[in-house]
């Protein structure tokens, strides 16, 4: 069964500073990944997506990630956090034979300190 | 534009009063899901729909139904609402050609009392 682990509930860094939020999954095929952002009060909004092209992701914001499938990881980063990326941030697995079935992890929130 | 509306944006009920949650999108997708959002728990699938008349439980349907009579409508009901069923919910759609990246609606926030 797919499932998704996020590392950390909640994590700070100071503005300017490297953010890291980390994703592992584990899936009987190769997955498609994604990062979702979610800001206060709004719905969900895609960060990136990897669907078994290039391992190294780019997405909106400077957001990119990258998928080791060695490591089931698929790890989130931006090299220099702004105010306005305070956000909860998901990882979700899917697996191209399940039509709409998409698994999320518990959810990381992001906090930027100026 | 391009989107998926959900209404009501924000509901409070009793326990047992049957209520509908609508979900509509205009980009012609085929597929559709419900989701729950709940703190330290992240979003779980309620159902989801591959086209039309073809729906399949999620990870936690209990106390749920949903219909898909037509491709851009995915309600979903609850009949006999309880506490626990307290939630942000988020419907979303994704076309059979996108490797399921899903399109979100803005969520319904449903109190149970």
């Known amino acids: 069964a797919q499932s998704v682990t996020q590392l950390g509930s909640h994590v700070s860094v100071s503005e300017g500073a490297l953010v890291l939020l980390r994703c592992n999954y584990s899936?009987?095929?190769?997955?498609?990944l994604f990062w979702y952002v979610q800001y206060p009060n709004q719905g969900l909004q895609l960060l990136l997506k990897?669907?078994?092209?290039?391992?190294l992701v780019k997405g909106i914001n400077d957001f990119e990630a990258e998928f080791k499938k060695s490591e089931t990881s698929f790890h989130l980063t931006k090299p220099s956090a702004h105010m306005s990326d305070a956000a909860e941030y998901f990882c979700?697995?899917?697996?191209?034979?399940?039509?709409?079935?998409?698994?999320f992890g518990q959810g990381t929130e992001l906090s930027v300190k100026p | 534009e391009a989107q998926v509306t959900q209404n009501p944006r924000y509901l409070i009920t009793v326990t047992g009063k049957k209520l509908t949650v609508t979900c509509s999108q205009n980009?012609?997708?085929?597929?559709m899901s419900w989701y729950r959002q709940d703190p330290g728990l992240g979003l779980r699938q309620i159902y989801y729909?591959?086209?039309?008349?073809?729906?399949d439980k999620g990870d936690v349907p209990e106390g749920y139904k949903v219909s898909r009579k037509e491709k851009r409508n995915f309600p979903l009901i609850l009949e006999s609402p309880s506490p626990n069923q307290t939630s942000l919910y988020f419907c979303?759609?994704?076309?059979?050609?996108?490797?399921?990246?899903?399109?979100f609606g803005p969520g319904t926030r449903l109190t149970v009392l």
């Open positions: 979303a759609s994704s076309s059979r050609s996108s490797h399921n990246t899903q399109y």
């Open positions: 899936s009987s095929v190769p997955p498609y």
């Open positions: 990897y669907t078994s092209a290039a391992t």
């Open positions: 979700a697995v899917s697996e191209d034979n399940q039509g709409g079935k998409l698994i």
């Open positions: 980009m012609n997708h085929e597929y």
């Open positions: 729909s591959m086209n039309v008349e073809v729906t």
